[in-house]
Protein backbone atom coordinates (compact mmCIF):
# COMPACT_ATOMS: atom_id res chain seq x y z
CA UNK A 1 0.00 0.00 0.00
CA UNK A 2 1.27 3.54 -0.57
CA UNK A 3 -0.79 5.31 2.19
CA UNK A 4 -1.58 8.58 1.69
CA UNK A 5 0.12 10.49 -1.44
CA UNK A 6 0.01 14.32 -2.15
CA UNK A 7 0.96 15.99 -5.22
CA UNK A 8 2.83 18.15 -5.91
CA UNK A 9 5.38 18.20 -3.20
CA UNK A 10 6.25 21.66 -3.87
CA UNK A 11 4.98 24.70 -5.59
CA UNK A 12 5.37 28.70 -5.98
CA UNK A 13 2.29 30.49 -7.11
CA UNK A 14 1.87 34.05 -8.34
CA UNK A 15 -0.76 36.36 -6.02
CA UNK A 16 -4.12 35.51 -7.89
CA UNK A 17 -3.35 32.12 -9.51
CA UNK A 18 -5.44 29.06 -8.93
CA UNK A 19 -4.19 25.33 -8.52
CA UNK A 20 -5.13 22.15 -7.20
CA UNK A 21 -3.55 19.58 -4.81
CA UNK A 22 -4.13 16.42 -5.26
CA UNK A 23 -4.76 14.32 -2.43
CA UNK A 24 -4.71 10.26 -2.82
CA UNK A 25 -5.39 7.04 -0.42
CA UNK A 26 -5.24 3.64 -1.11
CA UNK A 27 -6.83 2.31 2.11
CA UNK A 28 -9.96 2.56 1.79
CA UNK A 29 -10.61 5.24 4.56
CA UNK A 30 -14.03 6.48 4.64
CA UNK A 31 -12.73 9.83 6.04
CA UNK A 32 -10.47 12.31 4.49
CA UNK A 33 -8.92 15.77 5.56
CA UNK A 34 -7.23 18.99 4.32
CA UNK A 35 -5.13 20.86 7.35
CA UNK A 36 -2.64 23.38 6.68
CA UNK A 37 0.52 24.30 9.22
CA UNK A 38 1.86 27.22 9.06
CA UNK A 39 5.75 27.69 10.22
CA UNK A 40 6.44 26.38 14.20
CA UNK A 41 2.65 25.74 14.11
CA UNK A 42 0.02 23.59 14.76
CA UNK A 43 -2.54 21.53 12.51
CA UNK A 44 -5.90 23.92 11.42
CA UNK A 45 -8.24 21.94 9.36
CA UNK A 46 -9.37 23.23 6.35
CA UNK A 47 -11.92 20.75 5.26
CA UNK A 48 -13.10 17.40 5.28
CA UNK A 49 -15.34 14.51 3.64
CA UNK A 50 -16.79 11.48 5.68
CA UNK A 51 -17.59 10.06 2.00
CA UNK A 52 -17.72 10.53 -1.58
CA UNK A 53 -19.72 13.30 -2.11
CA UNK A 54 -19.76 14.40 1.43
CA UNK A 55 -17.53 17.30 2.02
CA UNK A 56 -17.83 20.07 5.20
CA UNK A 57 -15.94 22.87 6.23
CA UNK A 58 -13.71 22.84 8.62
CA UNK A 59 -11.78 25.84 10.79
CA UNK A 60 -10.02 27.73 8.23
CA UNK A 61 -12.09 26.92 4.56
CA UNK A 62 -11.79 30.28 3.33
CA UNK A 63 -10.16 30.63 -0.03
CA UNK A 64 -10.24 27.48 -0.52
CA UNK A 65 -12.73 23.96 -2.22
CA UNK A 66 -12.75 20.82 -2.03
CA UNK A 67 -14.59 17.76 -4.15
CA UNK A 68 -14.55 14.28 -2.61
CA UNK A 69 -15.93 12.06 -6.34
CA UNK A 70 -14.82 8.86 -5.36
CA UNK A 71 -13.32 7.14 -1.81
CA UNK A 72 -9.69 7.45 -2.86
CA UNK A 73 -9.10 10.99 -3.85
CA UNK A 74 -9.98 14.29 -2.73
CA UNK A 75 -8.25 17.76 -4.31
CA UNK A 76 -8.11 20.66 -2.64
CA UNK A 77 -8.30 23.58 -4.69
CA UNK A 78 -6.95 27.26 -4.32
CA UNK A 79 -8.73 30.25 -6.08
CA UNK A 80 -6.73 33.19 -6.46
CA UNK A 81 -4.02 32.55 -4.40
CA UNK A 82 -2.99 34.73 -2.15
CA UNK A 83 0.53 35.18 0.33
CA UNK A 84 -1.35 34.48 3.35
CA UNK A 85 -1.91 30.92 1.68
CA UNK A 86 1.71 30.19 2.07
CA UNK A 87 1.83 27.19 3.94
CA UNK A 88 2.53 23.30 4.35
CA UNK A 89 -0.73 21.44 2.95
CA UNK A 90 -1.41 18.19 4.18
CA UNK A 91 -3.88 15.33 3.41
CA UNK A 92 -4.49 13.06 5.58
CA UNK A 93 -7.19 9.95 5.61
CA UNK A 94 -8.94 7.51 8.56
CA UNK A 95 -11.21 4.75 9.00
CA UNK A 96 -13.68 6.07 11.76
CA UNK A 97 -15.57 3.18 13.17
CA UNK A 98 -14.64 0.54 15.77
CA UNK A 99 -13.20 3.72 18.55
CA UNK A 100 -9.66 4.09 16.92
CA UNK A 101 -9.78 6.63 15.22
CA UNK A 102 -5.53 6.91 13.51
CA UNK A 103 -5.58 9.84 11.15
CA UNK A 104 -2.76 8.74 8.46
CA UNK A 105 -0.88 11.76 6.63
CA UNK A 106 0.68 12.50 3.21
CA UNK A 107 4.27 13.59 2.67
CA UNK A 108 2.72 17.03 2.40
CA UNK A 109 2.73 20.15 -0.25
CA UNK A 110 4.74 23.26 0.48
CA UNK A 111 3.26 25.95 -1.19
CA UNK A 112 4.56 29.44 -2.00
CA UNK A 113 2.48 32.09 -2.83
CA UNK A 114 4.83 35.81 -3.93
CA UNK B 1 -15.14 26.93 20.58
CA UNK B 2 -12.64 24.16 21.78
CA UNK B 3 -8.93 24.90 22.41
CA UNK B 4 -6.18 22.64 22.96
CA UNK B 5 -2.97 23.87 24.64
CA UNK B 6 0.21 22.48 25.20
CA UNK B 7 3.11 22.89 27.13
CA UNK B 8 5.81 23.77 26.83
CA UNK B 9 6.12 25.09 23.03
CA UNK B 10 9.61 24.27 23.72
CA UNK B 11 11.82 22.03 25.40
CA UNK B 12 15.35 21.51 25.14
CA UNK B 13 16.38 17.92 26.92
CA UNK B 14 20.21 16.80 27.79
CA UNK B 15 20.26 13.32 25.96
CA UNK B 16 19.90 10.66 28.48
CA UNK B 17 17.30 12.93 30.54
CA UNK B 18 13.50 12.77 31.27
CA UNK B 19 10.96 15.45 30.16
CA UNK B 20 7.16 15.45 30.48
CA UNK B 21 4.41 17.57 27.99
CA UNK B 22 1.77 18.46 28.95
CA UNK B 23 -1.86 18.91 26.84
CA UNK B 24 -4.81 20.74 28.26
CA UNK B 25 -8.44 20.94 26.50
CA UNK B 26 -10.74 23.45 27.14
CA UNK B 27 -13.73 20.82 26.88
CA UNK B 28 -14.14 17.45 28.14
CA UNK B 29 -12.47 15.07 25.26
CA UNK B 30 -14.10 11.57 24.38
CA UNK B 31 -10.54 10.49 23.28
CA UNK B 32 -7.24 12.42 22.36
CA UNK B 33 -4.59 11.05 20.17
CA UNK B 34 -0.71 11.84 20.29
CA UNK B 35 1.27 12.52 16.90
CA UNK B 36 5.07 12.54 16.20
CA UNK B 37 6.24 15.22 13.61
CA UNK B 38 9.84 14.51 12.91
CA UNK B 39 11.81 17.66 11.01
CA UNK B 40 10.81 18.28 7.24
CA UNK B 41 8.17 15.44 7.50
CA UNK B 42 4.85 14.75 8.43
CA UNK B 43 2.87 13.95 11.31
CA UNK B 44 2.60 10.42 12.38
CA UNK B 45 0.03 8.66 14.82
CA UNK B 46 1.32 7.30 18.20
CA UNK B 47 -0.89 6.86 20.57
CA UNK B 48 -5.07 7.02 21.05
CA UNK B 49 -6.67 7.19 25.28
CA UNK B 50 -9.85 6.87 25.36
CA UNK B 51 -10.54 5.88 29.13
CA UNK B 52 -10.15 8.61 32.12
CA UNK B 53 -7.28 8.01 33.81
CA UNK B 54 -5.66 5.57 30.80
CA UNK B 55 -1.89 5.27 30.71
CA UNK B 56 -0.31 3.47 28.22
CA UNK B 57 3.28 2.99 27.33
CA UNK B 58 4.95 2.57 23.93
CA UNK B 59 9.05 2.17 24.58
CA UNK B 60 10.55 4.96 26.68
CA UNK B 61 7.27 6.83 25.65
CA UNK B 62 4.57 7.12 28.87
CA UNK B 63 0.71 8.41 28.04
CA UNK B 64 -1.50 9.53 30.63
CA UNK B 65 -5.21 10.30 29.76
CA UNK B 66 -6.25 12.89 32.87
CA UNK B 67 -9.58 11.46 35.12
CA UNK B 68 -11.43 14.59 33.70
CA UNK B 69 -10.48 13.76 30.15
CA UNK B 70 -9.47 17.15 29.91
CA UNK B 71 -5.38 16.83 29.98
CA UNK B 72 -2.81 14.60 29.13
CA UNK B 73 0.87 14.17 29.24
CA UNK B 74 4.09 12.77 27.50
CA UNK B 75 6.38 11.62 29.81
CA UNK B 76 9.39 10.28 27.96
CA UNK B 77 12.56 8.68 29.76
CA UNK B 78 16.26 8.52 28.77
CA UNK B 79 15.39 10.69 26.03
CA UNK B 80 17.91 9.81 22.78
CA UNK B 81 18.47 11.92 19.82
CA UNK B 82 15.65 9.84 18.19
CA UNK B 83 13.00 11.27 19.97
CA UNK B 84 13.74 15.15 18.25
CA UNK B 85 10.51 16.54 16.38
CA UNK B 86 7.07 17.91 17.68
CA UNK B 87 4.81 16.04 19.50
CA UNK B 88 0.98 17.13 19.21
CA UNK B 89 -2.08 16.54 21.09
CA UNK B 90 -5.39 16.40 19.48
CA UNK B 91 -8.88 15.86 20.42
CA UNK B 92 -11.96 15.61 18.65
CA UNK B 93 -14.32 18.34 18.53
CA UNK B 94 -17.68 16.00 18.54
CA UNK B 95 -18.18 12.75 20.55
CA UNK B 96 -18.82 10.86 17.72
CA UNK B 97 -16.18 12.03 15.08
CA UNK B 98 -13.19 12.29 14.45
CA UNK B 99 -13.15 16.11 13.29
CA UNK B 100 -9.68 16.93 15.57
CA UNK B 101 -8.32 20.17 17.08
CA UNK B 102 -4.61 19.81 17.02
CA UNK B 103 -2.76 21.53 20.16
CA UNK B 104 0.45 23.65 19.04
CA UNK B 105 2.83 21.14 19.75
CA UNK B 106 5.68 21.10 21.53
CA UNK B 107 9.08 21.16 19.82
CA UNK B 108 11.98 18.67 21.21
CA UNK B 109 15.38 19.26 20.70
CA UNK B 110 18.19 17.20 22.21
CA UNK B 111 21.68 18.08 23.38
CA UNK B 112 24.15 14.87 23.24
Known amino acids: NAGVTQTPKFRILKIGQSMTLQCAQD?????MYWYRQDPGMGLKLIYY???????DKGEVPNGYNVSRSTTEDFPLRLELAAPSQTSVYFC?????????????FGPGTRLTVT | GQQVMQIPQYQHVQEGEDFTTYCNSS?????IQWYKQRPGGHPVFLIQ?????EVKKQKRLTFQFGEAKKNSSLHITATQTTDVGTYFCAGPKEAAGNKLTFGGGTRVLVKP
Open chain 1, 27 to 31: MNHNY
Open chain 1, 92 to 104: ASSWVAGGLFEQY
Open chain 1, 49 to 55: SVGAGIT
Open chain 2, 27 to 31: TTLSN
Open chain 2, 49 to 53: LVKSG
